[in-house]
């Protein structure tokens, strides 16, 4: 089956600051990469996701992008805020899972004003 | 925002009980999910449908059960709790395009 693996495990950046989380896959099958985000005593929310014939995706403050070829896709948080801060999970789907998503282990975003 | 209700968002209760979780969307969503969230922060797989009748176990091995006799329902159940299932149960349901929608979350403590 899919593993997703998700690094670092906690991140504490700079306000303003950009911030970055990685992800591998390991099923090449996979097309499907959503982003959630999860604060504090709420569930996962979705904020931004890609499908694999997508290389780079934005919205706003945040992107993602998807290198197939290797396996990895990553967040990208720019001009970070305060409210930014919470538990980032990624994701990948695919046919071969029966469009279930495997969630990466998570990271613990610190924006620090 | 999406549509999803779980109940109730917080229990306590005591070894052997029986519990059920609640989880309800409006949103007519086909495939239903309950995962595990540990302070671990890892979300666990434990239950999914893909319609009424159907239910199947998910990555995570659990003692719980679900059912699914309507499409907008999909509670979970516990018949002897144990303190090995302190955890957050988090429900979710997928649209046509595959994105999860989760719940609140429930908090179950057992004492």
């Known amino acids: 089956g899919e593993n997703v693996e998700q690094h670092p495990s906690t991140l504490s950046v700079q306000e303003g600051d950009s911030a970055v989380i990685k992800c591998t896959y390991s099923?090449?099958?996979?097309?499907?990469f959503p982003w959630y985000k999860q604060e504090l005593g709420k569930g996962p929310q979705l904020i931004i996701d890609?499908?694999?014939?997508?290389g780079e995706k934005k919205d706003q403050r945040i992107a993602v992008t998807l290198n197939k070829t290797a396996k990895h896709f990553s967040l990208h948080i720019t001009e970070t805020q305060p409210e930014d801060s919470a538990v980032y999970f990624c994701?990948?789907?695919?046919?071969?899972?029966?469009?279930?998503?495997?969630f990466g282990e998570g990271t613990q975003l610190t924006v620090n004003p | 925002e999406a549509d999803i209700y779980q109940t109730p968002r917080y229990l306590v209760i005591g070894t052997g009980k029986k519990i059920t979780l609640e989880c309800s969307q409006t949103?007519?969503?086909?495939?239903m999910y309950w995962y595990q969230q540990d302070p671990g922060m890892e979300l666990h797989l434990i239950h999914y449908?893909?319609?009424?009748?159907?239910?199947e176990k998910g990555d995570l091995s659990s003692e719980s059960t679900v059912s699914r006799i309507r499409t907008e329902h999909f509670p979970l159940t516990l018949e002897s709790a144990r303190p090995s299932h302190t955890s957050q149960y988090l429900c979710?349901?997928?649209?046509?395009?595959?994105?999860?929608?989760f719940g609140e979350g429930s908090r179950l403590t057992v004492l």
């Open positions: 979710a349901s997928s649209g046509l395009r595959g994105e999860l929608f």
């Open positions: 449908s893909y319609g009424v009748n159907s239910t």
């Open positions: 099923d090449s099958a996979s097309n499907y």
């Open positions: 949103m007519g969503h086909d495939k």
């Open positions: 890609i499908r694999s014939n997508v």
């Open positions: 994701a990948a789907s695919g046919e071969t899972s029966g469009s279930r998503l495997t």
